[in-house]
């Protein structure tokens, strides 16, 4: 069956730092997400990407985050100077059409700002 | 905006009995609703579904009903195994929530089955 693949599973930074967490979306699907949930809370949106642009973005997805598709394949998110805060799980997802029960999750990414 | 409330965890059962994760909800339209279920290690994927009042969604055993007189959608199964450990997340999609399709998840609540 197919997956989402995210990469790495955990990473570690210090706080200011660039991360970059990576997600090869299934290769037919069209709608590409990212989702986080810091320990003990709720799983939250942070922005969708549809036609190589985003098409929406929760209050969380300041401008220290940013998406990008690099090569078709690709799904990143670039959090800028991280901090604290920001150590949570993050989901990447796919989705053929957009229809709300058509996601396939990543395993996450662990990310842990120090 | 939207919101969706579950039973806080873990719950701990023996195997064989029966289970309940109760969730609520707060939508401003019609939402469509969902249980997701992650296992050790792995993505959520997508348990079941219910897409208009009085829908019940079902799979490997469990069940929820989609209730919008009491804004519930909980999950219920008879008889619960070992391999049912893992986290339970209840979702809804809104569209008339700005429009988007994203999902507005609960927390999750961990089940946890003793043989």
């Known amino acids: 069956e197919p997956e989402v693949t995210q990469t790495p599973s955990h990473q570690v930074t210090q706080m200011g730092q660039e991360v970059i967490l990576r997600c090869v979306p299934i290769s037919n699907h069209l709608y590409f997400y990212w989702y986080r949930q810091i320990l003990g809370q709720k799983v939250e949106f942070l922005v969708s990407?549809?036609?190589?642009?985003?098409?929406?973005k929760s209050e969380i997805f300041d401008d220290q985050f940013s998406v990008e598709r690099p090569d078709g394949s690709n799904f990143t998110l670039k959090i800028r100077s991280t901090k604290l805060e920001d150590s949570a799980m993050y989901f990447c997802a796919s989705n053929p059409t957009g229809v709300p029960y058509g996601y396939t999750f990543g395993s996450g990414t662990r990310l842990t700002v120090v | 905006g939207d919101s969706v409330t579950q039973m806080e965890g873990p719950v701990t059962l023996s195997e064989e009995a029966f289970l309940t994760i109760n969730c609520t909800y707060t939508?401003?339209?019609?939402?469509?609703l969902f249980w997701y279920v992650q296992y050790p290690g792995e993505g959520l994927q997508l348990l079941l579904k219910a897409t208009k009042a009085d829908d019940k969604g079902s799979n490997k055993g469990f069940e929820a009903t989609y209730r919008k007189e009491t804004t519930s959608f909980h999950l219920e199964k008879g008889s619960v195994q070992v391999s049912d450990s893992a986290v339970y997340f209840c979702?809804?999609?809104?569209?008339?929530?700005?429009?988007?399709?994203?999902?507005?998840f609960g927390s999750g609540t961990r089940l946890q089955v003793q043989p």
């Open positions: 990407f549809y036609n190589n642009e985003i098409s929406e």
């Open positions: 939508a401003t339209g019609y939402p469509s």
């Open positions: 979702a809804l999609s809104d569209q008339m929530d700005t429009g988007r399709r994203a999902l507005t």
